[in-house]
């Protein structure tokens, strides 16, 4: 018995050893784990148009580690994108682009990525869609032909070149339909090139281009201009100027406005939230047609005259909502001029409220203008627009006389609007010489004021007597003068004294909305303040 069992014990210590090894040979357990030594990616630098893909390709050192897992990120996704190592491009400026590998995130690589426009030349017949993001270059006369239109997305900038090769300045035809829907982070440009940009250039009248000229005699016109900066037009008209061959202005006499509808324009014209300055002529120019003009900013327009809105025959306007810093004349011209019946230019029409208007009429050299004038038999309804440091009041030089060459309609009301002013006084010597240099003063002076005019008005007598104060303006500091706007300026009203409408009657003698693009557009409602912002 002893032996079997010492044998059998000898035989279990030959036997364990084996069983042993054999529970640790796996080769699975036993692998070791490759470490990530080095991450690279083929790229450290891109430049990009809008829309442009990049794909980028991560390299791992071994190449046989197991995790190749990267994250990847993108500074600014509003600039550029990133999934799984394609970037897309948006929307110019510039993003970095991080790939971090999973297995060792120190080991993370960076890409730049600049963002550009994409740049195109135009000329001639011009139709379908500038897409988003793109700088055009004009180098002749641009036109959308009848029966076609022209869309142009949000971030677009139009450089226009000074002159043709006939030295005409270079206009912006529209016989068709037009569709300008720039965005508020990323508006439209129509302008001339960046090194041109300065105010002598608009006194001199000197690099400018020719504006937008809208002549689509259709009933069903649609012209769109939607967070858009539209400056330095104004070219002078010679014989070559497309808008003289057809008649609408005359070679030595005119200049180019920014907008203008032609004497034919039986459509519909929607201006909002746009920035329209620095023009040698007037902001827009109305002839023909319906039109909204509303939430605007209209500066420096006007060299030698120039309003930033001017009507005449033919034409349904409603402006609203809008600042007017340092027109040259008037904020607001309003006349039947051109009414003619018998041919189709009926008599003009017009409604203004809630409009800013701050320094009309000290660049002009005479008495014609300062803030709003009416004439020659158009219908208008005026009222809590708040006029400040401007030369004069409303002027309507003749009232209620029938006939195109005569006053306005006496149905008109031009009526609770408020005229401020501040200590400031002109030292211009045009002004001095004239004895018209303190705007209070100047308010109740004029020749022209009609005696139906701002009865209800709140008119200041001395100088800060309203104490009308804004946000963010200098009212006894800057000078009268002055055409240059400061981006900082904030003409929100944060003092008015009582005295507007509710207008709620005032706004039926005009269309208050129209449709264009597919989308109806309404007027903002009257408010019972004065100005465009409270």
């Known amino acids: 018995m002893k032996k079997i069992f010492g044998f059998m014990a000898a035989m ?3 036997i364990m050893p084996a069983a042993t090894l054999t529970s640790c040979s796996s080769d699975d357990d036993n692998e070791t784990e490759v470490t990530l030594s080095k991450f690279t990616i083929d790229q450290t630098a891109a430049t990009l148009t809008p829309g442009e893909t990049l794909n980028v390709t991560a390299q791992f050192f071994p190449e046989d580690v197991k995790d190749k897992t990267v994250t990847w990120t993108s500074s600014d996704e509003a600039v550029a994108t990133v999934s799984n190592g394609v970037i897309t491009a948006v929307k110019p400026g510039s993003a970095t682009i991080t790939a971090t590998p999973s297995a060792m995130p120190s080991l993370a690589k960076t890409l730049t990525v600049s963002v550009t426009n994409k740049a195109i030349n135009a000329s001639g017949e011009v139709s379908g869609t500038w897409e988003a993001y793109t700088t055009v270059t004009v180098t002749g006369q641009l036109k959308v032909p009848a029966g076609k239109s022209l869309t142009i997305e949000e971030g677009v900038e139009v450089i226009f070149n000074s002159a043709d090769a006939t030295g005409a300045g270079i206009e912006f035809t529209v016989d068709g339909n037009i569709y300008c829907q720039g965005t508020t982070v990323a508006p439209i440009l129509f302008s001339i090139p960046a090194n041109e940009r300065k105010f002598s250039n608009v006194t001199d009248c000197k690099n400018l281009w020719g504006g937008f000229m809208l002549n689509n005699t259709a009933a069903n016109a649609e012209a769109l201009f939607d967070n858009c900066i539209i400056e330095y037009a104004g070219s002078a008209m010679i014989e070559t100027s497309p808008s003289v061959t057809s008649g609408i202005y005359t070679a030595g006499e005119d200049y180019g406005v920014q907008i203008t509808t032609g004497p034919q324009f039986k459509g519909s014209l929607v201006v909002t939230n746009c920035t329209i300055r620095n023009g040698y002529a007037d902001g827009i120019y109305m002839q023909g047609g319906d039109a909204i003009i509303a939430n605007n900013t209209f500066s420096g327009n006007g060299a030698t005259g120039g309003e ?27 006349s039947s001029s051109g009414q003619d019946d018998a041919a189709g230019r009926g008599q003009a029409k017009c409604v203004a409220y809630n409009n800013t208007i701050v320094n009309a009429g000290w660049r002009r050299d005479g008495s014609k203008g300062g803030c709003i004038y009416v004439e020659k038999n158009i219908l208008v309804n005026v009222f809590n627009n708040l006029m400040v440091n401007c030369k004069y009041r409303a002027q309507a030089p003749k009232w209620g006389t029938p006939g195109v060459k005569d006053g306005c309609d006496d149905k008109s009301v031009i009526d609770y609007n408020c005229y401020a002013a501040s200590a400031i006084v002109s030292t211009l010597q045009q002004d001095i010489d004239d004895q018209t240099t303190v705007p209070y003063l100047n308010y109740v002076s004029n020749k022209n004021y009609a005696d139906a005019v701002d009865a209800h008005s709140v008119i ?7 104490g009308v104060k804004f946000a963010n303006y200098a009212l006894d500091t800057n000078k009268l003068d002055n055409a240059n706007y400061d981006s ?5 009203a944060t003092a008015l004294p009582d005295g507007a409408t509710d207008g709620a009657s005032l706004t039926s003698i005009v269309k208050t909305s129209l449709s264009v693009g597919g989308k109806t557009y309404s007027a903002p409602s009257p408010q019972k303040f004065f100005g465009a912002k409270k």
């Open 460 to 466: 200041a007598k001395a100088a800060n007597d309203l």
């Open 308 to 334: 930033a809105v001017n009507v005449k025959a033919g034409t349904s306007t409603l402006v609203a909502y809008n600042v007017m810093y340092s027109p040259n004349t008037n904020g607001l011209k309003l």
């Open 12 to 14: 279990a210590l030959m």
């Open 488 to 492: 900082s300026w904030d003409f929100t």
